[in-house]
């Protein structure tokens, strides 16, 4: 049975007591890398498109790690480079498609956005999958819980819009937030998936 977004935000909420400080301070460094590389003169941009999808396995990762209640480290958010092709690949397969998807329209753009949401944590959890399976296996995954994930995105998109009102500082704990709740999200719907396939 799936868990309500409600109970899925104080469980994330739960697993990061304590842990503030370190979640805050790793997605800071890590944004930090990330925008300093864009600001780079002549190619900035397009050599961010070759790390960002190895930070967001890290990132993943890391989040992961806080939400099953394990020992997360800063370091997690390169681990991602263990896996640089694999990375990548799921970065640029998943912009694609979703870009496709949107030149049909807005709608269908958003829908496959949201049937990919999962690819980076299928990789975080399975190191021999490759990118497009991992894709294949999200979209799998989502079906029948993309309008849940959104109903959830809608509730940090309001969040974030409370977050503006203090000139952006609450950002920095809304950040670490979102992406714990969606590491609880992805093991929620991982649960029901795996009993799914056994009946």
Known sequence: MSTENVELMRMARESLKGKWGL????????MIIVGAIQLIPMGGGLLAIFIT??????????????????EAKLEQIFLGFNRYGTALGAY?????????????LIIPGIIA?????????????DETIGANDAIDKSKKMMDGYKW???????????????????????????FPYIQVTYAKFYDDVKTNYIESQQV
């Open 53 to 70: 999808g190895q930070f967001t396995l890290g990132l993943t990762i890391f989040a992961l790690s806080i939400s099953r209640n394990q």
């Open 92 to 104: 640029l397969l998943m912009a694609l498609f979703t870009f496709l998807w949107t030149l049909l």
């Open 148 to 174: 849940k994930l959104f109903c959830l995105g809608l509730r940090f998109f309001l969040l974030g819009l409370l977050c503006i009102l203090t000139l952006g500082i609450g950002f920095f704990w809304l």
């Open 23 to 30: 979640a805050i301070g790793t997605f800071v460094v890590c």
């Open 113 to 125: 956005a949201l049937s990919y949401s999962l690819t980076y944590f299928i990789l975080a959890d």
